[in-house]
Every structure is written in structure tokens, then in C-alpha cells.
């Protein structure tokens, strides 16, 4: 019987602590999370520069905190990586990584592509930071209309 109530004390406990701490996700990406992906721009797969831009991941920071990202690496299941620029996610805000060309904003960053990146059959987004930890994926399959709420 003791045994049983020092386990329903440690969970507690450790319920306790990892709430009191942060969860995984916080810990390993300071509140930044994958959040939102298009990965089948609207029309005719084109390659032109608005139908390259209308396939991106968003990334949102979940923290209180401002987050700098520079470094750290969007890529797909087949290898295809992104590497963040000078970039700052400020706290509870969004950022989406557009697969073309165009002017980097505060909301807008571009990989400067001039193909599709993201299947839309079914693939995997990975972010990571720039020492290779990883922060969070986000995957879909065929099944999935043209866009996926991480």
C-alpha cells in the first residue's frame, strides 16, 4: 500500500514540475511552434512567383517573450531546408516562411524558391534550432485538404 501512495505522490510531483517549468515544446523552442501549414497553393501548381508564395509554414511564438530565430532550420521530409535569417518572433505573434521570393517583413519571410517544397500528398515539416534540437514537427497526408493546423 505504501508503494502505491509514494506513486500517486511522485506523479503528483512530477505533475507538478513539469508545470511549474514548462512544457517539452516550451523547453526546447522557447514557445516557438510550427502552427499553421499550406502546402497546395489555390489553382494550377503554376511555379509562378504569387502560386510559389501561396505555399507556406507558419510558426508562432506561444511565449511571453520575444524569440530571435536566426539559424534555425524549416525542412521537409525529403531534406528541402530553410534557414532562418536575423529574425525576432515576437511574443503571442506569427511569422510564415513563404516557399518564393518577395521582401521579408515582420510577418514575411521568403526562401526564394522557384519550386513547390511541401507534398501534397503527405509530408512533414521540422523545425529546428540551429544546434540541430529539434523544436516540433507538424505531418499530413493525402487525406488532408490543402492546409494543416499544427
Known sequence: MRVKHLCAALGGAALLFGTALST???????GVELYHVWFDSPGKDT????SLNAEWVQIKNTSKKAVNVKGWVLKDASNHK??????TVGAGKTVKVHTGSGKD???DTFQNRKAYVW???GDTATL??????????CSWTKKTKDHKWC
Open 24 to 30: 517539452p515544446a516550451q523547453a526546447a523552442g522557447g
Open 105 to 107: 517583413t515582420a510577418t
Open 47 to 50: 511555379r509562378t512567383n504569387a
Open 128 to 137: 529546428t534550432r540551429a544546434n540541430g534540437s529539434k523544436v516540433d514537427t
Open 119 to 121: 507534398n501534397n500528398d
Open 82 to 87: 530553410y534557414v532562418f535569417k536575423n529574425i
